[in-house]
């Protein structure tokens, strides 16, 4: 990624309780964009600053980023900013958000007791349950100031009653019909994928710092191959790209592999087999066992379990990430999550360094390592 002559402005809306997620996705940010984020947090507020003051300050950032909890939908200080939010008639554009589900719990180590799921999906009544608890907390603020009858002494109450009214009666039904309407993903889903969808959304045109030095087309598979050996662990990698290999014939060759020296090594992929299943239907392939499944193509005696991802390129499938293992049942979501994120990490360094679907196949180098 380039340096950024203004850096992006984020604010990070959430409830205190939820505070361990929120570290998790600042530093994810901080670390992906090369710090090229600058991200506004509540515990930044100086000493004897105002809060208030600083949720008011929501509207002059570029983006917002919710983390929607059931502790965030019952926190006044965070239903004030999803009401400073909205004011905005352009907040869509700006406005980003996390749910975060029950898959989330594990991320709470220091106190499981804090976690609380968002209950905004399925059914209306799920919804409702947060204009109820909103109405009732009015209700019983506004009980207790009939009680004191006293319009000088409930200046501020009055003032919060106002604001609580407003929660319940438009703020907190706006903001969970805009969920429901808008495709989000859960925490897990936007962890395992390091934040792309939001980091994608601040900067169109990003690039990861995983392969932003790479400057030719050799040094980007060199780094790819690399960086998919160490995920996977394996001694047989490789990545195979669609290439024009006659004036009227293409095919998959790969280009880039490691594989170690006892075993076969080939260039030309048969277009049978898992690579060219994954490559035809843009599918991800995971198979634990090779033995069960009939569309392996025998090339080494000892794998045992295969993973294929493949490599989108402008709409396009230009080719496959492969990689074999002697184990079986060798690929866990973890690698294959990372392995995704290595692929789409190419796609986007190869529309920068000039790669060209269906190049010739003696344009592109062949790497070995």
């Not at 907390?137 to 100031?145: D, H, P, Q, R, T």
């Not at 634990?288 to 396009?316: C, M």
């Not at 979501?333 to 290595?342: F, G, L, R």
């Amino acid at each position: 990624m380039g340096d950024f002559e203004k850096k992006p402005t984020l604010f990070l809306s959430y409830s205190q309780k939820d505070s361990s997620i929120a570290d998790i996705i600042e530093n994810q940010l901080k670390y992906e964009t090369n710090d090229g984020i600058k991200i506004s947090r509540y515990t930044r507020v100086p000493y004897k600053g105002s809060f208030k003051a600083f949720m008011n300050s929501i509207q002059e950032h570029d983006f917002v980023l919710c983390l929607v909890s059931d502790n965030y939908l019952k926190s006044q200080g965070c239903m004030y900013e999803v009401g400073e939010i909205i004011k905005d008639h352009r907040f869509e554009e700006k406005l980003l958000f996390v749910v975060l589900g029950e898959n989330d719990r594990k991320y709470y180590p220091d106190n499981v007791a804090n976690f609380a799921p968002a209950k905004i999906y399925g059914s209306e009544r799920n919804r409702l349950q947060y204009i109820q608890y909103w109405k009732t907390e009015y209700n019983e603020l506004k009980e207790v100031m009939d009680k004191i009858d006293d319009k000088e002494a409930l200046v501020r109450a009055s003032e919060e009653l106002r604001e609580v009214g407003k929660i319940y009666r438009n703020d907190v039904s706006e903001f969970l019909a805009y969920l429901v309407q808008n495709n989000g993903k859960n925490f897990e889903e936007l962890y395992a994928d390091r934040f792309l969808d939001i980091i994608k959304w601040i900067f169109p045109n990003w690039e990861s710092i995983n392969f932003s030095n790479c400057r030719n087309m050799s040094e980007l598979l060199t780094k790819a191959i690399q960086d998919i050996y160490k995920v996977t662990q394996t001694d047989y990698n490789q990545i195979a790209l669609s290439v024009s290999i006659s004036s009227h014939e293409t095919g998959l060759v790969v280009y880039a592999d490691n594989i170690n020296s006892r075993k076969q090594r080939y260039r030309l992929v048969v277009m049978e087999g898992l690579m060219a299943d994954a490559f035809s239907t843009g599918n991800t392939i995971n198979v634990g066992n090779i033995k069960n499944d009939p569309r392996y193509f025998i090339a080494v005696e000892e794998t045992k379990s295969e993973l294929v991802v493949p490599i989108a390129f402008q709409g396009n499938i230009i080719g496959v990430i492969n990689s074999e293992s002697e184990e079986e049942d060798h690929y866990t979501t973890e690698i294959i999550n990372k392995v995704s994120c290595i692929s789409r990490d190419l796609s986007i360094a190869f529309r920068r360094i000039g790669y060209i679907s269906n190049m010739k196949a003696n344009q592109i180098p062949y790497i070995h390592i």
